[in-house]
C-alpha cells in the first residue's frame, strides 16, 4: 500500500488535498467541527448557537477551511444520492432564505471545481447557478455568517436518497443527450411567439404546431433508429422543478406534455420536481415546451384576474388554483390528440412497432426507477369561475387547419374525476 505522509498527502478516491491548521488552533478547531457535527445531528437552536459560536471565534481562514472542508463532504455525500446541483438549489430556496442560496452557489462552484470531469446536464445547471450572483456583496458578521452556514449545512445533511438520472461528478460524463439542433431551434421560435403574442388562439396554434414537429422529429428518429436493442436502449431522465404554488397543475402539465412526447413524467411533490423518463432526444423538447406552456398558463391567468376584477368579483387563491388545472387538463388533452394525429397521417405502417417498442422501454425504464409510485387525486378544484375560465383559455383555438384537422374543440367543463400524475 502506498504511503502517506506529510502535507502531500490525497485521497485516493477524489484526489483532493486537505487543508491543514497551524498547531496552536487545532484544539478550537477540533472543538468547532464537533459541535458543527453535533449541530447537524441533533438540530436544536443550543446546539446551533454552540456551533457559530465557535466557528465565529475561529481565525477567518480556520473558519472558512473547516467549513469548505465539511461543506464538500456533504455535497458529495448528496451528490452519490442522487441529487444534482438545480435539486438542491431548489431545496435551498424553498426552505431557506436567499443568503442560503448564495451560499449554496458559492460552495458548490468551489466543490464542483474540484472534478477534472463533469456530465454536460451539470455544467448547464452550474451555469444557471452563476446567473444568479455569486455573493460577493453581502458581508454579515461573522457569527449570523457561521449560523447560515449550519443552517445550510443541517439541509444538506438530511436529504435521502434518490433515484440518480445521471452519473456523479468525477466519473466518466454521459454522451450529451442527442438533440437535433435545427429542429429545437424551430420549436423554440415557435414558442417564443406564442408567449408574445397576445391573442390566446394563436398562442395555442402555435404550441400546437411545436407540438406536431416535436413528434414528427420523434418518428423521423423511430424509423431511422428501429427497434431497441436492448432493454433501457436509448431511454434517459431528467428531473425538471415543479414548485408551490400550483404545484400540482404544472405536474399535470409536465405529464401530460411528456406522455404526448413518449415519455413518462413522475412527480415527487416532497421535494419539489417531476423525474422525466424517454427517449434521450425528447427530453430537451419537453422541458422547453412545459416551460413555455407555464408561461402562457400565467399569462392567460392575469389577463382572466383582470377581466375577473373588472367585474368585480375579487379574486382568489382557489381561482388561480382551478384556473390552471383546468388549463393543464385541457392544454394536455389537446397535445396529445395532435400527437396522435400526426402519427397517424405521418408514420407509415413499418414505423408504428418501432414507436410501440419504444414506448414500452420508456414505460419499463420508468417503473424500474419508480417501482412504487401511487396516483393521488386532483386536489383544489373548488372555483367553478376559474374552471370555466381555464377551459375556455385552453380551448380556445381553432385548430381545425392541416396537418391537424382531426382535432376538436377542448369543450367540457367539469373538473377531472381521475388522477394526477403519479409521485
Same mark, same amino acid.
Given at each position: 500500500?502506498?504511503?502517506?505522509?506529510?502535507?502531500?498527502?490525497?485521497?485516493?478516491?477524489?484526489?483532493?488535498?486537505?487543508?491543514?491548521?497551524?498547531?496552536?488552533?487545532?484544539?478550537?478547531?477540533?472543538?468547532?467541527?464537533?459541535?458543527?457535527?453535533?449541530?447537524?445531528?441533533?438540530?436544536?437552536?443550543?446546539?446551533?448557537?454552540?456551533?457559530?459560536?465557535?466557528?465565529?471565534?475561529?481565525?477567518?481562514?480556520?473558519?472558512? !477551511?473547516?467549513?469548505? #472542508?465539511?461543506? @464538500?463532504?456533504?455535497?458529495?455525500? &448528496?451528490? $452519490?444520492?442522487?441529487?444534482? =446541483? *438545480?435539486?438542491?438549489?431548489?431545496?435551498?430556496?424553498?426552505?431557506?432564505?436567499?443568503?442560503?442560496?448564495?451560499?449554496?452557489?458559492?460552495?458548490?462552484?468551489?466543490?464542483?471545481?474540484?472534478?477534472?470531469?463533469?456530465?454536460?446536464?451539470?455544467?448547464?445547471?452550474?451555469?444557471?447557478?452563476?446567473?444568479?450572483?455569486?455573493?460577493?456583496?453581502?458581508?454579515?458578521?461573522?457569527?449570523?455568517?457561521?449560523?447560515?452556514?449550519?443552517?445550510?449545512?443541517?439541509?444538506?445533511?438530511?436529504?435521502?436518497?434518490?433515484?440518480?438520472?445521471?452519473?456523479?461528478?468525477?466519473?466518466?460524463?454521459?454522451?450529451?443527450?442527442?438533440?437535433?439542433?435545427?429542429?429545437?431551434?424551430?420549436?423554440?421560435?415557435?414558442?417564443?411567439?406564442?408567449?408574445?403574442?397576445?391573442?390566446?388562439?394563436?398562442?395555442?396554434?402555435?404550441? !400546437?404546431?411545436?407540438? #406536431?414537429?416535436? @413528434?414528427?422529429?420523434?418518428?423521423? &428518429?423511430? $424509423?431511422?433508429?428501429?427497434? =431497441? *436493442?436492448?432493454?433501457?436502449?436509448?431511454?434517459?431522465?431528467?428531473?425538471?422543478?415543479v414548485e408551490p404554488p400550483y404545484g400540482e397543475a404544472q405536474a399535470?402539465?409536465?405529464?401530460?406534455?411528456?406522455?404526448?412526447?413518449?415519455?413518462?413524467?413522475?412527480?415527487?411533490?416532497?421535494?419539489?420536481?417531476?423525474?422525466?423518463?424517454?427517449?434521450?432526444?425528447?427530453?430537451?423538447?419537453?422541458?422547453?415546451?412545459?416551460?413555455?406552456?407555464?408561461?402562457?398558463?400565467?399569462?392567460?391567468?392575469?389577463?382572466?384576474?383582470?377581466?375577473?376584477?373588472?367585474?368585480?368579483?375579487?379574486?382568489?387563491?382557489?381561482?388561480?388554483?382551478?384556473?390552471?388545472?383546468?388549463?393543464?387538463?385541457?392544454?394536455?388533452?389537446?397535445?396529445?390528440?395532435?400527437?396522435?394525429?400526426?402519427?397517424?397521417e405521418a408514420a407509415e405502417p413499418e414505423v408504428l412497432p418501432v414507436l410501440a417498442a419504444r414506448?414500452?422501454?420508456?414505460?419499463?425504464?420508468?417503473?424500474?426507477?419508480? =417501482?412504487?409510485?401511487?396516483?393521488?387525486?386532483?386536489?383544489?378544484?373548488?372555483?367553478?369561475?376559474?374552471?370555466?375560465?381555464?377551459?375556455?383559455?385552453?380551448?380556445?383555438?381553432?385548430?381545425?387547419?392541416?396537418?391537424?384537422?382531426?382535432?376538436?374543440?377542448?369543450?367540457?367543463?367539469?373538473?377531472?374525476?381521475?388522477?394526477?400524475?403519479?409521485?
Amino acid at each position: 500500500m502506498p504511503r502517506e505522509t506529510g502535507k502531500t498527502r490525497k485521497s485516493h478516491q477524489d484526489g483532493r488535498a486537505p487543508r491543514d491548521t497551524p498547531s496552536g488552533e487545532r484544539p478550537a478547531a477540533d472543538s468547532a467541527r464537533d459541535a458543527l457535527g453535533a449541530a447537524l445531528a441533533e438540530e436544536t437552536d443550543r446546539s446551533l448557537d454552540t456551533a457559530a459560536s465557535l466557528l465565529a471565534a475561529l481565525p477567518a481562514t480556520t473558519a472558512h !477551511a473547516l467549513l469548505a #472542508e465539511r461543506g @464538500t463532504a456533504l455535497l458529495g455525500a &448528496a451528490w $452519490r444520492r442522487g441529487w444534482e =446541483p *438545480a435539486d438542491l438549489a431548489r431545496l435551498v430556496r424553498r426552505d431557506l432564505r436567499p443568503a442560503h442560496s448564495l451560499r449554496y452557489a458559492v460552495l458548490v462552484r468551489e466543490e464542483t471545481r474540484r472534478y477534472a470531469r463533469l456530465d454536460p446536464r451539470w455544467k448547464a445547471q452550474l451555469a444557471d447557478l452563476d446567473a444568479g450572483g455569486t455573493g460577493e456583496g453581502i458581508r454579515p458578521d461573522r457569527f449570523s455568517a457561521a449560523v447560515e452556514a449550519v443552517e445550510l449545512y443541517r439541509l444538506l445533511f438530511k436529504v435521502p436518497a434518490i433515484e440518480p438520472v445521471g452519473p456523479p461528478p468525477g466519473s466518466v460524463p454521459t454522451a450529451p443527450l442527442p438533440t437535433d439542433d435545427r429542429e429545437l431551434t424551430r420549436v423554440r421560435a415557435l414558442l417564443a411567439k406564442a408567449e408574445a403574442t397576445a391573442y390566446p388562439a394563436e398562442a395555442e396554434a402555435l404550441s !400546437a404546431k411545436a407540438q #406536431e414537429l416535436m @413528434t414528427r422529429h420523434r418518428i423521423d &428518429a423511430a $424509423r431511422l433508429a428501429g427497434v =431497441p *436493442a436492448g432493454p433501457g436502449e436509448g431511454v434517459a431522465a431528467c428531473r425538471i422543478g415543479v414548485e408551490p404554488p400550483y404545484g400540482e397543475a404544472q405536474a399535470i402539465l409536465l405529464d401530460a406534455v411528456a406522455r404526448a412526447s413518449g415519455c413518462r413524467a413522475v412527480w415527487n411533490e416532497e421535494h419539489g420536481f417531476s423525474t422525466v423518463v424517454g427517449d434521450a432526444g425528447d427530453l430537451a423538447a419537453v422541458e422547453l415546451l412545459h416551460t413555455s406552456l407555464l408561461v402562457q398558463a400565467h399569462t392567460a391567468l392575469t389577463r382572466a384576474e383582470a377581466e375577473t376584477r373588472a367585474a368585480g368579483r375579487r379574486r382568489t387563491k382557489t381561482f388561480r388554483q382551478s384556473f390552471l388545472l383546468a388549463y393543464a387538463e385541457h392544454v394536455g388533452t389537446r397535445l396529445e390528440e395532435t400527437a396522435e394525429a400526426v402519427v397517424t397521417e405521418a408514420a407509415e405502417p413499418e414505423v408504428l412497432p418501432v414507436l410501440a417498442a419504444r414506448d414500452v422501454a420508456v414505460t419499463e425504464a420508468t417503473e424500474r426507477m419508480f =417501482p412504487k409510485t401511487k396516483a393521488a387525486r386532483v386536489r383544489g378544484v373548488s372555483d367553478e369561475a376559474g374552471w370555466r375560465r381555464g377551459t375556455e383559455a385552453a380551448s380556445r383555438a381553432d385548430l381545425n387547419h392541416q396537418p391537424l384537422r382531426r382535432l376538436r374543440g377542448g369543450g367540457g367543463g367539469e373538473a377531472p374525476g381521475g388522477a394526477s400524475p403519479a409521485r
